[in-house]
DNA sequence: CTGGGTGCAAACTCTTTGCATTCGG
DNA sequence: CCGAATGCAAAGAGTTTGCACCCAG
């Protein structure tokens, strides 16, 4: 019941910061070409095992696969709609005002986020 | 090149104005019950296409699927982590800070998305 | 009539799972 | 040692595509 420290997870952490907002796909890809040896399902598992001690965050922004972010502290993200890639915004301040009105509804809030989808400076120059 | 007004299309339509934020999936089920001869490929070509028209926005929120919205209006979301049921918060203000910081960053903004995480009144009380 | 739309089924992509094996603590 | 973590391969879920037929304009 206790957790272990393998290679597999301390491989895929360092591709999680090398590959600035890799998916779960890309890591793989990632890790596999540097350590043939580890599988996809790893990957995967240890991913989602990240995101739920918290040690990344899972984004599910557009685009149809899951992105994984080791960034954990509250940050915004820009999603450029042309080449896919993912920014990070420095966090500003929350949206309190949205808060309030969730809170109005009932609900318990636990977190939120925010996308912001544009074209980035590279995909602009084209 | 012109875009034709069929039967599939209004029914569809009509399906995501009754579901709330349903998935494609959910959308296909309640279609094809009351007509079993709408396949799978039709609804989602056609929630892709109303997504691209600006029909209906495509919500990429946690979890696996993919969920439509009638509403164009701009406004939040608040998703209930335990019963994934997902609620239109009244849009607020647009986090201009952050809409700022993104602009910084070189991104030309078309638009955002703001969603809340909690658990919603039903979840609370169980 | 004509070509955009649809139905069907097969194909695809991403992700999860079962199970035997390995290895960290 | 012991069970958490892996690797492999096969199964799933959701979504897309090719192609022939159909129907709205």
């Known amino acids: 019941m206790q957790e272990r420290q393998t290679k597999q997870k301390t491989i895929i952490y360092d591709a999680l910061k090398t ?6 796909t890309e890591v793989y890809g990632y890790v596999h070409e ?3 040896s580890v599988s ?3 990957v995967f598992r240890v991913l989602g095992g990240f995101a739920e001690k918290g040690t ?3 984004l599910r922004l557009s685009g149809h696969e899951v992105r994984y972010d080791y960034n954990v502290m509250p940050h915004y993200h820009a999603h450029c709609t042309v080449c896919g890639r993912v920014a990070d915004v420095a966090a500003a301040g ?9 809170a109005d509804c009932g609900f318990e809030i636990e977190g ?3 996308e912001f989808f544009g074209i980035c400076k590279a995909c602009q120059k084209r």
Chains 1, 2 share one sequence.
Do not use: C, F, K, Q
């Open 19 to 24: 590959l600035d907002h890799p998916t779960a």
């Open 34 to 36: 540097a350590y043939p």
């Open 56 to 58: 990344a965050l899972e």
């Open 94 to 102: 929350i949206p309190t005002d949205g808060l309030r009105a969730t």
């Open 112 to 114: 939120y986020s925010v």
């Open 40 to 42: 996809r399902a790893t």
